[in-house]
């Protein structure tokens, strides 16, 4: 971690308004939308299904698989992935009961 003041603080940011910052070398980010696109083209590639705007009424364990329960019917799957987030709704408590505030703040610019 370096603390950025003065003229390399606005060097990192391209501004004035910005009194100081920390930079960390080892950080990054992604866009999301672009990572959960290649996630998908990655999984019907291989055979995988996706089922969007169909949100899960009911998940339970039978035998092997589970079963996946939608207003619209329901599906066998050897594996879910639950992706969610702290705005989950529903018979979902035990979910929210594990979901925490991350506030962070980032600033990107130009290298």
């Given at each position: ?50 089922f969007d705007h169909s949100p899960v009424t009911r998940l339970e364990r039978q035998g092997q698989r ?46």
């Amino acid at each position: 971690m370096e603390l950025l003041t003065g003229a390399a603080c606005e060097a990192a940011t391209g501004t004035r308004k910005i009194a100081a910052a920390l930079l960390d070398r080892r950080a990054g980010t992604l866009n999301p939308m672009a990572y959960v696109s290649g996630l998908a083209r990655a999984a019907t590639e291989l055979g995988g299904r996706l089922f969007d705007h169909s949100p899960v009424t009911r998940l339970e364990r039978q035998g092997q698989r589970w079963s996946v329960q939608t207003e619209q019917g329901s599906v066998l799957a050897e594996q879910v992935v639950i992706a969610s987030n702290a705005y989950t709704e529903g018979d979902w408590t035990e979910l929210r009961r594990n979901f925490f505030p991350g506030y962070y703040y980032q600033v990107a610019s130009a290298p």
